[in-house]
């Protein structure tokens, strides 16, 4: 399914499941799915290694565009995914965005998804 999402929207919905527990290792393959299919692996990479002390600093000027829509194509299970996972407690910085893109998220499920104008 193509869903429309920023550059800062694929930022704070990384930074938000990177934070959360995996519970098992079909939890793990789905993450790793949804990384693969929202064209983040790096930054959900660089994320990880900064909360674990690592260097990997994620530049924030490389991921401030709120304008601009990348297409990108959602499978039935990664959209189940991220929609479980952004239904529970969201961390207040990014709560605003979370729940905007968890809206649209729930709209390309039942069907009623509208592409942003110019996707390609």
Known sequence: MKFGITKF???ALTAHLVAQPSPGPEHGR???KTWDELVVVDLAE????TAAGFSGD???SDWA?????IAVDINADVLDFIINGTGGQIEGRWADVISRLRERFEQLKA??????????
């Open 9 to 11: 929207e694929k930022l």
């Open 30 to 32: 789905k993450r790793l």
């Open 65 to 69: 565009d709120r304008k601009t829509y």
């Open 46 to 49: 660089q994320l990880a290694a």
């Open 111 to 120: 069907g009623k998804y509208e592409p942003p104008e110019g996707l390609a």
């Open 58 to 60: 994620v530049k924030a």
